[in-house]
């Protein structure tokens, strides 16, 4: 056996030949892995401990960079670990730190491992096992070591000491009750003196500060003193991170490092703690204003240099002082304007967060009018960025800073005729949302829907799809708010809707009967013109308004003039004549017609809805008027009975849906619901899914769309009827898509529209930086006062009602590691956090159950053996109690059985549930300067 182990080492690649070899390997790299991984598979396996080792590494290697899994090898790594040879455990110890994890079966195995190498006299294995516990420490092995940790703490040696301390983060984390144990020697270590340690004793404390501050204002005196007291930038970097914590917890803590903080921003040449002061400063002491002014002066020195990551920072820190001073960004808003065309993306992005900031409602045209410039020049990313953070900002809180919602709506519109625009879905919501919301908008609405459907531009590009779905929709729905009915019916109908998805062409179908339905209801049932319904208010007299504007039945019309006023100005009203509507009949059955054969059933069936209507009315339409002809049987009395109720079926105004409304909805009692739904997937796997447009609002024909839609699809319980239904929806799905109709075809319809209003805003605009400043001088200065001249009309909200018992967040637990540290450095878990800790500490009583509980707690005997013990084990210790029991009285050796035998079995009960928590304190308070109260004295 010795021999054939010596052969294997001898012949055995090494680690150096298996990378050469990958090297060399331009194709048929996976081969050779394989063929690798069997040869270490079967050097792992041998007894010669060199050859196990080398193996491991190759392996180590291979899931390290090819990311092949070496679970198989968690023993074979245990037993190159149990070599004397330091090398070996070397190898050992990276795999393990690779691989192991909780739920490694042998992981309980190398306890004992680490135990006896953290007990070793050499510091590098020491060393070693330490990293190696702060990787896959679980709560067994953090429980069963923090003896060692705890002795270790207190080494003599520095460097075994460091790494320690930080080993005692993991510790903590992993089981809490560690605290009682090491924390009084983590707080002795804040008065070393090595740079080292000290770096990481911080370190740890930044770290344990970020999760709960609050229960570490007692250290804050130790933490005072470093900061004055250090040289070491890193150091220095880590207590401003603690203090940034504590001192909005305390209004005495931030007075008393406010100065500290600005010498050392007056006198340090570290751009890193430069940084970090200025970070302290404007997030924690923004109410000190000499320190801010100190810091903004310091941040515009980031902002001129050269360098990019300097540049960055800079903006970053205006970015988070403006939340409070907003004089900051208007002292640098030249520099914030031209970083938005700098060339480092990251700038960019930070300074239009900057300017994003600043916005109110007495800017916001001006500074998304800027932005949108931006937007025309800018690369597609940089483009859609802006754009985003435009619609973001201006839609949050329900509109609350828009107050012209015309120019809004106008807004978006050129928003989506710029040529990079991705932001079609959020333009489609927000249209769709402010015409549900905002009724004096919707004349504006249905104007700018016409632009943007005449527009070919948009017609080209995908990402748009879906603004001219939401215009589509607008039109039909707010229709009695157009000028020209006809013009919107003619770019509904317009041959290249051909180039649109199937989805989108049943929109505007569905549109197009709205648009029909209302010029019929205006011409033969009302009769005359038509006058929008919207502002009333000021019509002058002979035009009569009714007192509800929500259907059609109530719309406004004047047979003697073609002209309405609509907002207090004159617009010119296109009369609907009966020649009118008979080519408008004609228009729709050209342009429909082709669509009876289309392939997809939404399309189809909307073609034929509408196409039935026109069969039923254009008779009498060609005929005469239906209310001046009515034959025997009737015919035009219930034709216009049948465009009475169609228009009362599209006069119900939709509304808004909160976006909680279906967690409002309490559940039926007695329904189970599945949180797996294996069984739908696999009845409907084979289907396809639907398209990506869609229309989430409230559209008329939403309840027929959900009943289509397969992802809604009721499961029945008879299987023979749902297979049967599977198979047919799977295979219309297969032809779905495949057959479009050509857009080349032929031209039915007149192309000759009205052009499309010219992409402007407010006005034109410079493209030079130098000018934009100057026009953004007045948009960012917060002292202007907003001038509008009409009022903001009236916004609809969602219905606030109270959270279901179901949505409720949970109420937070107390962190049981905070809990511990609260426990240590305040004396008592019983008392609160307001009260002394010096009065506990002089009652005797206190005292004397103190010492009770230490008596019988057997982690304090544990803790006491550890540090009193040389070189003896806990179970010398164990049997040394039990022989001096021996000669004690009958009732009290069994008393003390009886109590030893419980412990035994809570203990037992602790290590199967991975923790056991602590009922009493295991030491006295700590005697450092921060515990005689809860705020240190030197705040007093």
Known sequence: MSGSSLMDSLFQRSLEDLIKGLRQQLIGEQAFISKALEEICKEIKSTDLSTKATALLKLSHLSNLHFHGMSFAAFHALEVLSSPRFSHKKIAYHAISLSFHDSTPVLLLITNHLRKDLNSTNEFEV????????RIANVDLARD?????????????LYVRKRAVAVVLRVFEKYPDSVRVCFKRLVENLENSDPQILSAVVGVFSELACKDPRSYLPLAPEFYKILVDSRNNWISIKVLKIFSKLAPLEPRLAKRVVEPICDLLRNTGAKSLLFECIRTVVT????????VRLAVGKVREFLVDEDPNLKYLGLQALRIVAEKHLWVVSENKEVVIKSLSDADPNIKIESLRLVMAMVSGHNVSEISRVLVNYAMKSDPVFCNEILGSI???CSRNFYEIVVDFDWYVLLLGEMSRIPHCQMGEEIENQLIDIGLRVKDVRPELVRVARDLLIDPALLGNSFLHSVLSASAWASGEYVEFSRNPLELMEALLQPRTSLLPPSIRAIYIQSAFKVLVFCLHTCFVRGGSIVPSASMDNFPAGVSASASHESFDEISVENSADATVVHGQTHASAPITKASIVNLLNLVELALGPLLGSNDVEVQERARNLLGFVDLTKPEVLNSSVQEKEDSEGKGVETSKIIKLMCDAFSKELGPVSLSAQGKVSLPDGLMLKENLVDL?????????PSSYSFSFGSPYEEEKDWLSFSNLHIKEDSEQSNESTSLLAEHRKRHGLYYLPSGKSELISNDYPPAKDPTLQGDINDNTDDLVEITEESLNPKRKPNHGKPRPVVKLDEVDEKPVAMKQPEPRDDSLSSAVRDVLFGSEDIPPTSSRSNLSNNPSSKRK????????????SRENVIDRNSSSRRSKDRSHGKERRYRSPKKKNAEERKNTDQKEKEKRHRDHGRHKSRQRAEEPLKVPAQTSVIPDFLL
């Open 145 to 157: 070591l923090t003896p060692e940790v705890f002795t270790l703490l207190s080494s003599n040696k």
């Open 284 to 291: 924690s002491l923004s109410e000190y204003e000499s320190a």
């Open 127 to 134: 060393s070693l096992s330490l990293q190696c516990l702060s």
């Open 391 to 393: 619609l973001s900002t």
């Open 850 to 861: 103190g010492k009770e509980k230490q008596h019988t707690d057997p982690r304090v005997e």
């Open 681 to 689: 997937e696999m009845i409907c796997g084979d289907i396809k899914p």
